[in-house]
T-cell receptor, first 115, second 116 residues
């Protein structure tokens, strides 16, 4: 089973709202990832958690705040977003710590619209 | 520098035609991994295959086949007898053994439209 789940599927929020995206995997994977994907572009890595610790932050603005409460769960807290943050947010997980040979398995994504 | 090039931005075929999606990569590592992902309109990136740099055997899985050629740094993907359900954006990706965590380098993707 290579299932990664994400909620919600769609989210519309205003620039002053605070919301959270949730990602879950029950495959015992040790690394989890957040990606942002704009239309007609490939996904761009935002954060990597390895063994529940933040290991990579790709210079993401502080209005995006990741959290890994346990090994199965990854959240992305959103606050004071801009319209240009509207995108598909993808979560992924991999069995190993996230290096070269690891295959990343992706969730269905959350389509975020910031008004 | 690492790079993945998918020169075909969009391809349109009629059902039952065969279609090949091209992928050319650049890397200085001797150990690396190549991937193909499918992204249907629903948005989920579906893993299709992983190939490591030491394994040049071609692979076939049903109507899908992959041709890995280190001599030309290519990892092409062929769909035989295409179907409407194959319509999606396909991404080729590269990761290096010596790369940083999560460093999956994607090509820009090829949008495949299969018409009935």
């Amino acid at each position: 089973d290579t299932e990664v789940t994400q909620t919600p599927k769609h989210l519309v929020m205003g620039m002053t709202n605070k919301k959270s995206l949730k990602c879950e995997q029950h495959m015992g994977h040790r690394a989890m990832y957040w990606y942002k994907q704009k239309a007609k572009k490939p996904p761009e890595l935002m954060f990597v958690y390895s063994y529940e610790k933040l290991s990579i932050n790709e210079s993401v603005p502080s209005r995006f705040s990741p959290e890994c409460p346990n090994s199965s769960l990854l959240n992305l807290h959103l606050h004071a977003l801009q319209p240009e943050d509207s995108a598909l947010y993808l979560c992924a997980s991999s069995q190993g710590a996230g290096f070269g040979s690891d295959t990343q398995y992706f969730g269905p994504g959350t389509r975020l619209t910031v008004l | 520098a690492q790079k993945v090039t998918q020169a075909q931005t969009e391809i349109s075929v009629v059902e039952k035609e065969d279609v090949t999606l091209d992928c050319v990569y650049e890397t200085r590592d001797t150990t690396y991994y190549l991937f193909w992902y499918k992204q249907p309109p629903s948005g989920e990136l579906v893993f299709l295959i992983r190939r490591n740099s030491f394994d040049e055997q071609n692979e076939i899985s049903g109507r899908y086949s992959w041709n890995f050629q280190k001599s030309t740094s290519s990892f092409n993907f062929t769909i035989t007898a295409s179907q409407v359900v194959d319509s999606a954006v396909y991404f080729c990706a590269l990761s290096e053994a010596g790369g940083s965590q999560g460093n999956l380098i994607f090509g820009k993707g090829t949008k495949l439209s299969v018409k009935p």
